[in-house]
């Protein structure tokens, strides 16, 4: 199963991402955002709306993925303490 989800502001989609499921994990596989609203941090909004969707539905483990080797990615995932 798949799920894509989108996150909006004043009417536009700002983020969007593609997790894709099965039995108990969910993996984060591809998200994009507009640049001109990253002040408004929508990635992690939607991200945090994605873990909280995915453990009411009975999900055990949220994969974010590897980082790429991106300083900025790892940061990202971290700051969610796991």
Excluded at 47 to 60: F, N, Q, V
Aim: charged content about 20%.
């Amino acid at each position: 199963m798949h799920y894509i989800v989108a996150g909006r502001k004043d009417g536009q989609t700002v983020a969007g991402a593609v997790c894709l499921s099965a039995r108990r994990v969910v993996v984060y596989w591809h998200g994009a955002m507009l640049e001109s609203h990253e002040e408004h941090g929508p990635v992690q909004i939607l991200r945090l709306d994605e873990i909280r969707h995915h453990c009411a539905a009975g999900m055990e483990w949220f994969d974010f993925n590897p980082s790429g080797g991106q300083e900025g990615v790892r940061k990202f995932k971290s700051s969610f303490g796991a």
